[in-house]
């Protein structure tokens, strides 16, 4: 058997003779965190040996999980690793969900920031919920894509409350939107959760998700009703034939007519939502019949989005709260998003899956932050889109003046 000197020798030398250059370094005890090779560009992952003795780093492919044809993940090293380290597959440095650390967490473990009406993003309206478009929101890390279904003129478009009010198109058009960013980035898992506002058949949704692709990257669970602790990993969800999005219903779904288009309420609960209390009870309202001995076995949604109720005639209308965006959507502090989470996961001993916002951009990042804690992770990358927030409509005279349209229509569809 070599020793450990021994084993260096070979391990240098077998890649001189290949033309090769390895970095190596050695350490007392067990495997550090991989780093880059300057000179190559690959990653350095630690190798163990079969006997214990050190640990030995050698250049390995920097894409260690690479998308083959079939669109399977396959984990390789570089083919002069020497035989006799006998060594394990190097872990991989690929992140899901932009997180390496979910790759191996189940769909179940993790906490996930949801756009509330997500296509509804029309400046200078009462009716918008968002400042930036769907593939903005993806980029940033938004994960949950929720918003409200109508149908108009025999096609479903998503239209918040009525199509006068704010009608985003087509649900196909945003749908192929949503595709075409899960085909480019192929390590990202999204849940879509369609709103049956108009309580349509389900099979009138089957056209606008297969046209779009959208049904053949939908992830049908292989037993029906499944519970937290029988949700797949990551890692899992996007080597089945990059089954990568889970798409829900809140009313009419019918998984025995259409598979791929699971029955909210079978799988997750709601906190209340069209929320104008800042206190953000992480009580139990959708469904109203759920038992509580049921709770910790299903996915959970925070709904944490703050409206300001006007009354006109008689009549209440709820309109998203802007000017508090910065304490609503903050990391901490009374009413705050951070706040609804550690009161959540107090009084379910567990962080809420979803975290549902409204205007998700303000201020910069911070529901990320919430939901990185919540995930026990670094929070990475940037955010957000390049568009500038829109100032609170009710700051200003004359963004009154230009919101007045909205509001005519807003009363007319409530008389």
């Excluded at 690793?81 to 991989?92: I, K, R, W």
Aim: one cysteine or more; charged letters at 20%; hydrophobic letters at 35%.
């Amino acid at each position: 058997m070599l020793d450990p000197c021994q084993l260096l020798l070979v391990v240098c030398l077998a890649p001189a003779a290949l033309g090769q250059t390895a970095v190596i370094s050695v350490t007392a005890s067990g495997p550090s965190s991989s780093f880059t090779n300057p000179q190559t560009g690959t990653i350095a992952s630690p190798v163990s040996t079969a006997t214990g003795g050190p640990d030995i780093r050698v250049d390995l492919p920097t894409s260690l999980l690479g998308e083959t044809p079939s669109g399977i993940l396959t984990t390789t090293r570089s083919s002069w690793v020497p035989a006799v380290t006998s060594a394990p597959e190097p872990a991989s440095t690929q992140p899901c969900n932009l997180y390496v650390e979910f790759c191996n967490r189940r769909y179940s473990d993790i906490t996930y920031v949801g756009a509330h009406n997500s296509p509804f993003v029309k400046e200078y309206s009462l009716a918008a919920n968002q400042n930036l478009d769907v593939k903005a929101q993806l980029n940033d890390g938004i994960r949950m894509l929720q918003g409200q279904a109508h149908k108009l003129n025999g096609t479903i478009h998503y239209c918040h409350t009525s199509c006068d009010l704010l009608n985003a198109g087509p649900v196909e058009v945003y749908l192929k939107t949503v595709v075409g960013w899960l085909r480019d980035n192929p390590f990202e898992v999204v849940t879509v959760l369609i709103g049956n506002g108009g309580f349509l058949n389900v099979r009138d949704y089957s056209e606008p998700l297969e046209k779009s692709g959208l049904a053949e990257l939908a992830y049908i669970p292989k037993e029906r009703n499944i519970k937290i602790d029988q949700w797949p990993t990551l890692s899992e969800m996007i080597q089945t034939a990059g089954k990568r999005a889970v798409v829900f219903m809140d009313y009419k779904a019918d998984e025995g007519t259409i598979p791929y288009i699971l029955d909210e309420f079978k799988y997750m609960w709601e906190t209340p939502f069209s929320q104008t209390d800042e206190n953000f009870p992480c009580t139990i309202d959708r469904p109203s019949d759920q038992p509580k001995n049921d709770t910790q076995g299903k996915l959970y949604m925070a709904n944490h989005n703050l409206n300001t109720e006007f009354s006109i005639a008689g009549k209440r209308i709820l309109i998203p709260n802007t000017v508090d965006l910065e304490e609503t959507n903050g990391v901490s502090g009374f009413g705050s998003l951070g706040l609804m989470a550690n009161t959540c996961r107090a009084d379910w001993d567990r962080y809420p899956n979803f975290l549902l916002v409204d205007f998700y951009d303000v201020p910069d990042g911070a529901v990320f932050e919430v939901a990185a804690r919540a995930n026990n992770v670094s929070q990475g990358g940037g955010c957000c889109g390049k568009k500038k927030s829109i100032a609170s409509p009710l700051m200003k005279a004359t963004d009154l003046l230009l919101l007045l349209p909205t509001l005519a229509i807003l009363i007319s569809t409530f008389f």
